[in-house]
């Protein structure tokens, strides 16, 4: 059988994405699959975990997303039942289509509740971002992972280090593939396309002039850092120390928001110095990040991001699932200890911030890399 008719005869691969992460990593894996010579046919199912229906259109657009061939609509909800939901009307899809595998990328709800399903129903599931580990079992995330990783069939790492974490919990290294991180895929393809941080400014009715120069940007969302009035009310005190020094654009995750809104603490942000701003679109995030002296964050994927772009990345937590940014890239942990922020900040304010080096294949090629494998192992 030729390859054409290979093709022409191959199942679908079963695309899953449900919250914004997971759009920056699909986005080139399903212009690699169609670009492989043959193509490797494809079904995008969205199970609308993100349920911002303005913030998900938009980051389909500035992806180049197709819009899915399916979406469950599932919602908000707690972690249980989101990941049930998703479960119960992701399975009628898989008797439907039948594909040839299901794909799933990264660490949410949508992943591990996806991939439980077809691994249930005897379909091959091949996971995208396998073996990160943040050794925190109390991050939800943590347990999507570990529970993802032994249920699937084929898994593409980011980093080398994680097929050592694979190996230690009995995964067969057979199943592993060093592919690189396809979120840099997305990140090199637009970055000819980002927005200036004074237009992302502007069509807010903010003051441009604030990125004119210098300027911090700061997001933060996990729980531990913005669920309890201690927490967050000690964060946006050293935040508010640091804009003294450095302005710094906020794009405020909606939880936020409404937590400094319910414990009363807006009093601790200066418009004049903080620039509040809501989600943001992918360009615009984009824009704002390459433009920045530094980046405050909690967020995995912004490490990543800041690695590849040169720009020193504070990281407000204890631990992270992405150890070769710190170790290679631009990336140092702080934690929420005010005096290590601030001598972390002021670290890079000196002249004396990480600028690391891009770890190896984070170079734009991950898709193609997968793609190839993929292709390759389906056949076997």
């Known amino acids: 059988m030729s390859q054409e008719q290979k093709s022409s005869s191959m199942a679908p691969v079963m695309c899953v994405v449900g919250a914004r992460p997971n759009f920056m990593k699909m986005a080139p ?8 010579q043959p193509p490797i046919p494809a079904l995008l199912v969205h199970t609308g975990q993100h349920y911002d229906t303005d913030m998900s259109k938009k980051l389909f657009v500035d992806l180049g997303l197709p819009q899915p061939d399916i979406n469950l609509e599932v919602g908000s909800g707690t972690h249980a039942q989101q990941t ?70 084929r898994l593409y790492t ?62 933060l969302h996990r729980p531990s850092n913005v669920d309890t009035p201690e927490s967050l009310t000690s964060l946006l005190g050293v935040l508010g120390q640091v804009a003294k020094d450095l302005p710094l654009v906020f794009a405020m995750h909606p939880r936020t928001r409404s937590n400094i809104d319910r414990f009363g603490l807006t009093g601790l942000i200066d418009p004049a110095r903080v620039a509040v701003l809501p989600p943001q679109g992918y360009l615009e995030m984009l824009g704002l990040m390459a433009g920045a002296t530094l980046v405050l964050t909690d967020s995995g994927g912004l490490q990543e991001e800041t690695t590849a772009l040169g720009v020193p990345c504070l990281t407000l937590r204890e631990n992270t699932e992405r ?54 192992w389906l056949g076997t």
């Open 158 to 219: 980011t980093e080398r280090s994680a097929a050592d974490n694979l190996g230690r919990e009995g995964i067969d290294l057979s199943r592993v593939c060093f592919a690189g991180n396809v979120m840099i895929d997305s990140l090199e393809a637009s970055k000819p396309h980002a927005r200036a941080p004074s237009q992302t400014l502007a069509a807010h009715g903010l003051d441009a002039a604030l990125v004119a120069g210098n300027y911090g940007v700061v997001t």
């Open 29 to 36: 894996i399903l212009r690699a699959l169609a670009a492989h």
């Open 323 to 376: 150890p070769i940014t710190v170790e290679q890239g631009t990336n140092t942990m702080v934690g929420i200890d005010p005096q290590a922020i601030l001598a972390g900040v002021a670290e890079i304010l000196a002249g004396r911030g990480k600028r690391g080096r891009v770890p190896e294949y984070w170079d734009g090629r991950t898709a193609e890399r997968i793609a190839a494998d993929l292709y390759a």
């Open 84 to 153: 049930a939901e998703i479960m119960r009307r992701f399975e009628p899809a898989l008797d439907e289509h039948k594909p040839s595998c299901v794909l799933v990328v990264g660490d949410v709800n949508s992943t591990i509740a996806c991939a439980l399903v077809a691994s249930k129903k005897d379909i091959p599931v091949a996971h995208v971002e396998a073996g990160l580990r943040s050794y925190d079992r109390k991050m939800p995330e943590e347990i999507n992972r570990v529970l993802t990783d032994q249920i699937s069939d």
